[in-house]
């Protein structure tokens, strides 16, 4: 099966920093990685995602990294704004099992 | 356009009661489904997920069960809740036969007392 490790499970950050958040994973099967953000009391939802064929997709300010051979992917924030304060998790969807890292609380300092 | 329905938002219950959370999916056909546990500031611990009617897998020994009756409605049981029961559950589901974006329902908080 899919293990999912994720870090760091804080990150605090000055407003318009960057923040770096590293996944691995162990199956090399996986073809998909996607990040969630959860902000407080809320659902997760989609931010961004990558398939195994792209080694990096943008979307404004957020980014994803693949390194396959590695097994690692990343999320990078630029220039953060307080609204990107939540939790983010990363997950390596294998045969439809949806398993998720432990997340990252971010704090984007003002 | 694919919404999922998860009920009720909020829920208390004393020790020893049973349990029935209900998640519905309405948009789509054969869905992928999950249920989620996800305990105070911690991650998302995946407890069932469902590839069919009828077709559960269990991710973690517990004292909850999980049941798909039709093809767009998952349910999350217990015959006697625990307190270490309590948690932020969360229903998904993704398209089926690919391995893709997941959308999760508001989620319930169960307070077990």
């Known amino acids: 099966g899919e293990n999912v490790e994720q870090h760091p499970s804080t990150l605090s950050v000055q407003e318009g920093d960057s923040a770096v958040i590293k996944c691995t994973y162990s199956?090399?099967?996986?073809?998909?990685f996607p990040w969630y953000k959860q902000e407080l009391g809320k659902r997760p939802q989609l931010i961004i995602d990558?398939?195994?064929?792209?080694g990096e997709k943008k979307d404004q300010r957020i980014a994803v990294t693949l390194n396959k051979t590695a097994k690692h992917f990343s999320l990078h924030i630029t220039e953060t704004q307080p609204e990107d304060s939540a939790v983010y998790f990363c997950?390596?969807?294998?045969?439809?099992?949806?398993?998720f890292g432990a997340g990252t609380t971010v704090t984007v300092r003002a | 356009s694919q919404t999922i329905h998860q009920w009720p938002a909020t829920l208390v219950q004393p020790v020893g009661s049973p349990l029935s959370l209900e998640c519905t999916v309405e948009g789509t056909s054969n869905p992928n489904l999950y249920w989620y546990r996800q305990a105070a500031g911690r991650g998302l611990q995946l407890l069932f997920y469902s590839v069919g009617i009828g077709q559960i897998s269990s991710e973690v020994p517990q004292n909850l069960s999980a049941s798909r009756p039709q093809d767009r409605q998952f349910i999350l049981s217990s015959k006697k809740l625990l307190l270490s029961d309590s948690g932020f559950y969360l229903c998904a589901w993704s398209k089926g036969l690919e391995n893709t974006e997941a959308f999760f329902g508001q989620g319930t908080r169960l307070t077990v007392v």
């Open positions: 997950a390596a969807p294998n045969d439809y099992k949806l398993s």
């Open positions: 199956d090399s099967a996986s073809n998909y």
């Open positions: 990558i398939r195994s064929n792209v």
